[in-house]
């Protein structure tokens, strides 16, 4: 498995933007299905996007659907995600994520998780 370090949270105002960046480790990135989950507080951890292995092929839950876009640079072995138009709703801890399987990364059983950063949006 791969190892998986956030970064990029932070407090923002609402209508603003983040870019969270997660870094993998090792030389088999570009063969890993990556996706981004995030927990509010007090809630379950939630399913907001995910990437094939070539970036070929995204998928968004419909909360963040035309405001956020996951990425990734193979070269970099890292995974992104821009969240524009943020709102008070979306504060939360975001969690990278990384499997060999897709379907197994978008039901949020990965075999990989980062440590989460922490993006709070202010109203």
């Known amino acids: 498995q791969v190892q998986l370090v956030e970064s990029g949270g932070g407090l923002v105002q609402a209508g603003g933007s983040l870019r969270l960046s997660c870094a993998a480790s090792?030389?088999?990135?570009?063969?890993?299905?990556m996706g981004w989950f995030r927990q509010a507080s007090g809630k379950e951890r939630e399913f907001v996007a995910r990437?094939?292995?070539?970036?070929?092929?995204?998928y968004y839950a419909d909360s963040v659907k035309g405001r956020f876009t996951i990425s990734r640079d193979n070269a970099k072995n890292t995974v992104y995600l821009q969240m524009n138009s943020l709102k008070p709703q979306d504060t939360a801890v975001y969690y990278c994520?990384?499997?060999?399987?897709?379907?197994?990364?978008?039901?949020?059983?990965?075999?990989?998780w980062g440590q989460g950063t922490q993006v709070t949006v202010s109203s």
């Open positions: 990437i094939n292995w070539s970036g070929g092929s995204t």
């Open positions: 090792g030389r088999t990135f570009s063969t890993y299905a």
């Open positions: 994520a990384a499997d060999k399987s897709l379907s197994t990364v978008v039901a949020g059983r990965p075999g990989s």
